[in-house]
């Protein structure tokens, strides 16, 4: 479960961008998103000893954004992570007061 958790997490998006990176300097736009969570966060995330491998990936997803945002301006690329909130993506997320339908949540962040 952890390898999966790293390799979409955090692999994923790390090597998605490397790839991409000179399309997204060379177009109109000059941004690179991802989807965040505070369960990444030091900070904001839940103390509950609970989703280890996801609290972890998300995390190095977040460290991986932060350090390529030190780097991305001299491409002039700006770097952002988006928190969609608590999404309904399983039965068990769904069931959870105020959980969002996925098209919600992606609408809202259409929004940003």
């Known amino acids: 479960m952890a390898r999966r958790s790293f390799a979409t997490n955090a692999i ?27 369960s990444g966060s030091f900070g904001a995330t839940s103390k509950r000893p609970i989703l280890y491998h996801y609290k972890a ?7 991986f ?13 700006t770097v952002a992570i988006l928190h969609p909130g608590l999404v309904g993506t399983s039965p068990l997320l769904a069931r959870f007061p105020g959980a969002l339908e996925t098209g919600d949540s992606v609408a809202q962040m259409m929004h940003v």
Request: proline share 4%.
């Open 65 to 77: 954004m932060y350090t390529l945002s030190l780097e991305a301006p001299q491409r002039g690329v």
């Open 12 to 38: 994923g998006p790390l090597e998605i961008t490397r790839a991409l990176g000179d399309n997204v300097a060379a177009s109109r736009r000059r941004l690179v998103v991802a989807i965040g969570t505070d």
């Open 57 to 63: 990936s998300k995390a190095a997803l977040h460290m």
